[in-house]
């Protein structure tokens, strides 16, 4: 287990930025282990991710708050501050698809994410025995279409009752109203079946297919109040040909869902992602 501190950092870009920060980290007797920094020369942006040994260094998270004020005053700075060593709580939503679910459920076991899965909600009971295999609490709570504010309401008492930090869509086929989503900011992630933003809403294999396209893909967002529309985590593609049928481009595409969604679910937890201007820097 890493014991080490992370700090995100976005501002307006401008000198003394990377001195100033690696000066006070040197000052607490910090060992700098990674640090990674992005100019976005258009909007005039610096943003950047420094990770340390904790090992030596003398500042509690509330000291290092306290000391680092004047820093993120003088150079207008929004900042975070977070620990390896905790486990972010993830809750994850799923419909009737299963391989998604099925491969974060393997990674997390197999201590690929370092995090802790108290929940699995689903609106569908057909994933109950994949959670049960993996002993994980399964909820089923269906939505109907004149009952949905009745089952989020049941969602986000379960998700505040088990102090959840993330969400993840794998596959959950429902449209989260705007009060849900502002529950949890940038902190709800979703699969995507298609090369964002092409072929967005729903059946976007079926689309990809009568079109003809040669690439088919899948994308990893944060959802927002506009559908498929959030900051892009992660993306990836596969060739097809004129001899696949849409059967070929789901079962393709669905080798690609699991691996992109796996990745920004990785990343979320290892605070290497910040957002900005409805994009995503993903640090190394």
């Given at each position: 287990m890493k014991n080490t501190?992370?700090?995100?950092i976005s501002c307006p870009d401008q000198k003394g930025l990377v001195a100033?920060?690696?000066e006070f980290l040197f000052r607490h007797d910090a060992n700098i282990l990674h640090a990674d920094q992005h100019q976005d020369s258009e909007l005039g942006l610096f943003l950047m991710r420094v990770e340390w040994d904790l090992q030596g260094f003398n500042l509690s998270t509330n000291d290092f708050e306290t000391l680092f004020a004047p820093i993120v005053e003088k150079f207008s700075m929004h900042w975070s501050l977070a620990l390896s060593?905790?486990?972010p709580k993830?809750?994850?939503f799923v419909s009737r698809y299963d391989h998604c679910l099925a491969d974060l459920l393997y990674r997390h076991q197999a201590g690929e994410l370092n995090c802790e899965i108290?929940?699995?909600?689903?609106n569908h009971s057909d994933t109950k025995w994949l959670a049960d295999a993996y002993g994980i609490p399964f909820q089923h709570i269906p939505v109907h279409k004149d009952a949905k504010q009745e089952a989020e309401d049941m969602q986000v008492a379960l998700l505040h009752h088990h102090h959840i930090d993330l969400i993840v869509l794998a596959r959950y086929m429902q449209v989260l109203s705007p009060d849900f989503i502002r529950h949890y900011p940038s902190r709800i992630i979703n699969i995507h079946h298609s090369f964002l933003p092409a072929f967005n809403g729903a059946k976007p294999y079926h689309r990809a297919f009568e079109r003809g396209v040669k690439l088919i893909g899948a994308t990893s967002h944060y959802v927002t109040?506009?559908?498929d529309d959030g900051p892009i985590i992660e993306q990836d593609v596969t060739r097809i040909s004129h001899r696949d049928a849409?059967?070929?481009l789901i079962q393709r595409g669905s080798d690609l869902e699991k691996v992109v969604l796996s990745r920004a679910v990785r990343w979320h937890i290892e605070n290497r992602i910040l957002l900005y201007a409805n994009k995503t820097v993903v640090f190394d």
């Open positions: 501190a992370i700090l995100l100033t920060i690696a060593s905790y486990r993830v809750a994850i108290p929940l699995i909600i689903s109040e506009i559908l849409i059967e070929n």
